[in-house]
């Protein structure tokens, strides 16, 4: 079965310069999560966008901005990147059936290591 | 191929019952296991975490158990509160070297329904 696909796996930058990160939805997923979870610690939520919007924000950073395309994948820009942007992102896809009946598929992630 | 898997995938009971939900994994090396607790939409929030030496730890009403002979976990929520109702998601590490992308191996959730 088609998982959630994360591009690239592993991405290295320097201090102030800007990356993307990819997300390409399990096929016919409707929502996109992004997470960022630093060393030893729990996934903090970023941002999500269902049917293309803007559903909710969390802990995202004004340096760092997202959005979801027509064909669903979501990509994550962040710009100025500071050494502790360094993390692993995650993101999830799910389809939106109702309240509480929402599964969250993850992505395997990508390592962003800022030096 | 390292999996998690959880059951059931979705409960309803009254509020003020208990429950429990399972986690098996074939994760190796085993590195911890934790649960989390999910609103939709919103970030994950901790609610246990343990490793290989651990059986059993709480946290109010969760009370998380762990057998890693078996490789399985469950989650034990006493008194049910109507706030209980969210997911809740098993996720086992594994070693990797310098702890990767690849150390995390999520279970697709157990939908929890308080009703009054």
């Known amino acids: 079965a088609a998982g959630v696909i994360q591009s690239p796996r592993h991405l290295i930058k320097e201090k102030r310069e800007t990356a993307t990160l990819k997300c390409y939805p399990i096929p016919r997923h409707d929502t996109v999560y992004w997470y960022q979870q630093g060393p030893g610690q729990d996934p903090q939520f970023l941002i999500s966008?269902?049917?293309?919007?803007?559903?909710d924000k969390g802990s995202i950073p004004d340096r760092f901005s997202a959005q979801q395309f027509s064909d669903y994948h979501s990509e994550l820009n962040m710009s100025s990147l500071e050494l502790g942007d360094s993390a692993l992102y995650f993101c999830?896809?799910?389809?939106?059936?109702?309240?509480?009946?929402?599964?969250?598929?993850f992505g395997p992630g990508t390592r962003l290591l800022v030096l | 191929k390292n999996q998690v898997e959880q059951s059931p995938q979705s409960l309803i009971i009254l509020e003020g019952k208990n429950c429990t939900l399972q986690c098996n994994y074939t994760v190796s090396p085993f590195s911890n296991l934790r649960w989390y607790k999910q609103d939709t939409g919103r970030g994950p929030v901790s609610l246990t975490i343990m490793t290989f030496s651990e059986n059993t730890k709480s946290n109010g009403r969760y009370t998380a158990t762990l057998d890693a002979d078996t490789k399985q976990s469950s989650l034990h929520i006493t008194a049910s509160q109507l706030s209980d109702s969210a997911s809740y998601i098993c996720v086992v590490s594994a070693y990797s070297r310098g702890g990767g992308a690849d150390g995390l191996t999520f279970g697709k959730g157990t939908h929890l329904i308080i009703q009054p």
């Open positions: 999830a896809s799910s389809f939106q059936l109702a309240v509480y009946q929402e599964t969250q598929y």
């Open positions: 966008f269902y049917e293309k919007m803007q559903s």
